[in-house]
């Protein structure tokens, strides 16, 4: 059929169609338990029955620092907090992985990770009751301050990835985010870089299916984020962010693959939060109770693992007793430490910006000190 534009004829409709696929590519999700506790043998991680039992209190702890969190903040001791609760397995699984002189690069939800990566839980504690002595790990303990803004985290392990390997150091840098910092430019500038420069480095996403609010269809567009790194040209793969040990297994290859120089890799934890994403929030505003139930009572990555456990003959009733006991004292030598801490002198935040301090914020630190003095607070 001929149609008229103008004075051009043009034909229409010749069958053209079919250059164009639709984006479809395949990412299964890597599991090696079964939502029941079930496995194939052949499938697990070289891990010994110790390391096991390992994961599982650092997964338990972490729950049980998560409430006391949560009810610290609830009781005015804690200015806000963002909750791990449901993403145990994916934290620990992943920082399990590492080498004491790998990096973990944090988001603000990585209590769990930097604690199993050896930073002191009192510290992450002091941090969120508003304390910036809480924001750096002690000396060899290889935990990158907290990020609070979205993804700026990435290109900050990526730049340390790429030193280190200018520097010959063969160590991996383990960078976390989620969901929504993957539509942060940061995110994709760093994935570009680090496909570029092969730089050592892991980009560890926690699909934890909501940004605040915003659910994970509104995201993105794209199946999975795994997927993001085709385009970047490195390896991502999708596992169960619920099953701590597909999650180590994963992670373990891909921390052994920057070691060896073979580039980054895109990890996708599946997973879900529990709680609030942080105090300040109210989940019910945006996603059913039902939702919430089903990944529970059905996904949990703690009871998931303990039936593992039982199933080998590893754990009972009377050791789960025991650790919850033992776990519940240590939890509350964490919170004695943190609101322990000394306090702050008040001229700190005159001290630390300028190595040579400006005449007017001198004036304000001697003002300060004489009120100090005048009150009886001189120290
Ligand atoms: C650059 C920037 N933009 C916006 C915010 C406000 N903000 C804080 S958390 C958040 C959602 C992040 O969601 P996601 O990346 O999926 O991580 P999750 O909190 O689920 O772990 C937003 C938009 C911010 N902190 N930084």
Redesign the pocket.
């Known amino acids: 059929m001929a149609q008229t534009r103008g004075k051009r004829t043009r034909t229409a409709s010749r069958r053209v169609e079919g250059w164009i696929k639709p984006v479809e590519p395949e990412f299964e999700t890597i599991q090696i338990l079964r939502d029941d506790g079930s496995y194939d043998e052949a499938s697990l991680p070289d891990l010994t029955d110790d390391q096991m039992k390992e994961l599982y209190e650092w997964m338990v702890f972490a729950r049980i620092l998560d409430q006391r969190a949560l009810n610290m903040q609830r009781q005015g001791r804690m200015g806000t907090y ?1 909750p791990v609760g449901g ?1 145990e397995a994916a934290q620990v699984g992943s920082a399990y992985a590492l080498e004491k002189e790998d990096w973990l690069f944090p ?3 990585e209590s769990a990770a930097m604690m199993v990566h050896g930073m002191p839980p009192e510290l992450t504690f002091l941090y969120w009751m508003g304390r910036e002595e809480g924001a750096a790990a002690p000396e060899g303990v290889n935990v990158f301050t907290i990020s ?5 985290q990435v290109p900050h392990a990526v730049g340390a990835a790429w030193a280190a390997r200018l520097r010959g150091e063969k160590k991996a840098f383990l960078v976390y ?8 430019g ?1 995110f994709h500038e760093g994935a570009n870089f680090a496909g570029v420069f092969k730089a050592p480095v892991v980009l560890f996403c ?7 609010s ?1 659910p994970l269809e509104r ?1 993105t567009a794209s199946r999975t984020i795994a997927q993001k790194a085709v385009a970047y040209g490195f390896p991502g793969v999708r596992v169960d962010g619920n099953d701590v040990l597909a999650v180590y297994a994963v992670t373990r290859e891909a921390v052994e693959r920057a070691r060896r120089g073979e580039g980054p890799t895109l990890i996708e934890a599946v997973t879900y ?1 529990y709680g609030p ?2 105090t300040a929030d109210d989940p019910t505003r945006y996603r059913t109770a039902d939702e919430v139930k089903e990944w529970q009572e059905r996904r949990d990555p703690i009871m998931r693992f303990r039936r593992f456990l039982e199933s080998r003959g590893l754990w009972s009733e009377a050791q789960e007793e025991e650790l919850q006991e033992r776990l519940r004292e240590r939890a509350a030598e964490v919170v004695r430490k943190a609101e322990n801490y000394p306090k702050p002198e008040p001229t700190n935040m005159f001290d630390y910006m300028y190595a040579e301090l400006p005449w007017n914020l001198k004036e304000q630190r001697e003002a300060l000190l004489q009120e100090l003095a005048e009150r009886g607070e001189a120290r």
């Open positions: 963002p993403q988001s603000y939800r609070i803004p979205i993804a700026t985010f989620g969901d929504g910092g993957t539509s942060e940061d926690q699909n934890n299916h909501y940004a605040i915003v995201q939060r994403h942080t």
